[in-house]
């Protein structure tokens, strides 16, 4: 009993490293937040079981300058190139921080896939990456406050113009 105690108990500590590390990879865009650590998170179960049950949503949310068609249109301009993401439709929610400035960072891929469907979602977080810097931070007590956000995209045919935000 002992011996299967800790192995399970083996097992779960690599399951939960290897996890961490597939599920956190962008290292090449981080945000300094304005406070440590980040207490506020828009209303998402996915993004919340990733972040953190306990964070408090903003009064107001993280907006993106110029509004969801503005985001849309620069997302319509970047379609995933790989052929693999033409002949089907798929999910990828992208976590990250908007810091009290409105600077976005520290992105990380919140859904899960498998195969196939976790490097197309690493394309489009390659694209996630890159998008302009035009947010506006998220709010508590009339002051601007560090906040995770989420980009949610259905991919149709490689193009990334479903998205939405909370």
Not at 35 to 59: F, H, I, R
Not at 73 to 88: P, V
Not at 119 to 144: G, H, R, Y
């Amino acid at each position: 009993m002992k011996k299967f105690l800790i192995s399970i108990v083996g097992l779960l500590l690599i399951t939960s490293t290897s996890f961490a590390q597939t599920q956190l990879a962008d290292t090449t865009t981080q945000v300094k937040s304005c406070a440590e650590p980040v207490n506020y998170s828009v209303e998402d179960m996915v993004l919340k079981a990733q972040v953190g049950q306990s964070l408090t949503k903003p009064e107001a949310n993280p907006t993106f300058k110029g509004g969801l068609d503005e985001l849309k249109k620069y997302f319509a301009s970047h379609s995933l190139t790989d052929t693999r993401a033409k002949d089907i439709v798929f999910k990828v929610h992208i976590g990250f921080i908007i810091n009290c400035n409105g600077q976005a960072g520290n992105f990380q891929i919140v859904s899960k896939g498998k195969g196939d469907l976790q490097e197309l979602a690493q394309q489009v977080l390659t694209v996630v990456k890159d998008m302009p810097q035009n947010w506006q931070p998220a709010s508590f007590d009339n002051k601007s406050v560090d906040c995770y956000q989420i980009l949610s995209f259905t991919i149709v045919g490689g193009a990334l113009d479903k998205v939405s935000y909370r």
